[in-house]
């Protein structure tokens, strides 16, 4: 089935959570997704650089929290925190430099019991990124966070026109961006995006039920985690 598990490769770990290799060659392997070499197209290995990551990661914001007595705007909040970006940048620089053709990074982390965890991949000259689980519990069935939306700041990195492969499909609800390496490279160093809130972290109250992509309480940060060494 194409929902079956495909096979993972550690990459690395740490307090913060770990980053793997996740092989898609079956992805797209019925009449309606084509062959499997076709479904799945990365330009791995690659050689992308620590600052190129780290300027992705920090970057990237989601909106569309569900926060009860918030205004109904569409306030943009990091999706990592520096520490986390510290955390993923080398381990991703290493996946990325180890991928197969068939292969993607997948990146999972770990905040009080609560999982995000993503993808991303280099396809030519773009960086396509995905969310399928944002502070999800864990062995909660619905993880996809239909309701968000990925974002990417400066907007002018944004690759407007990706058009999406076909495997994409069996992955529609997940929110996902595409950014120019070009444009990354071109970049300054990773700076606060004035427009993104950066709220105080809260102490957070027991919560009941599941807690998936309608964030009660929202994640403008992750509750302080020791950086892995």
């Not at 909106?63 to 080398?90: H, I």
Request: proline residues 8%; charged residues 20%; neutral net charge.
């Amino acid at each position: 089935a194409c929902s079956a598990m495909s096979p993972l490769t550690p990459v690395g770990e740490g307090p913060l959570g770990r980053v793997e290799l996740e092989r898609l060659a079956s992805r797209g392997t019925t009449a309606r997704y084509g062959n499997p070499q076709s479904a799945f197209q990365a330009s791995h290995p690659a050689t992308v650089t620590a600052s190129v990551v780290s300027r992705l990661l920090s970057g990237l914001s989601v909106s569309g929290l569900d926060r009860p007595g918030a205004a109904q705007r569409q306030e943009r909040y990091p999706l990592f925190t520096q520490e986390e970006t510290e955390f993923l940048t080398p381990l991703v620089v290493r996946a990325l430099s180890q991928a197969g053709p068939d292969q993607r990074v997948r990146f999972t982390l770990q905040d009080d019991g609560l999982i995000t965890q993503g993808t991303l991949y280099l396809h030519k000259t773009t960086l396509r990124v995905s969310l399928s689980h944002y502070r999800a519990s864990q062995g909660q069935s619905d993880t996809r966070p239909a309701a968000l939306t990925l974002s990417f700041t400066p907007s002018e990195a944004l690759v407007r026109d990706d058009v999406p492969q076909s495997w994409m499909i069996i992955e529609p609800e997940q929110p996902r961006v595409a950014v120019s390496l070009d444009a990354l490279n071109q970049l300054p160093a990773a700076v606060p995006d004035a427009e993104l809130l950066h709220e105080p972290r809260l102490a957070r109250q027991g919560r009941t039920g599941p807690i998936d992509h309608h964030c009660h309480g929202a994640r403008p940060h992750m509750a302080a985690l020791s950086e892995a060494t």
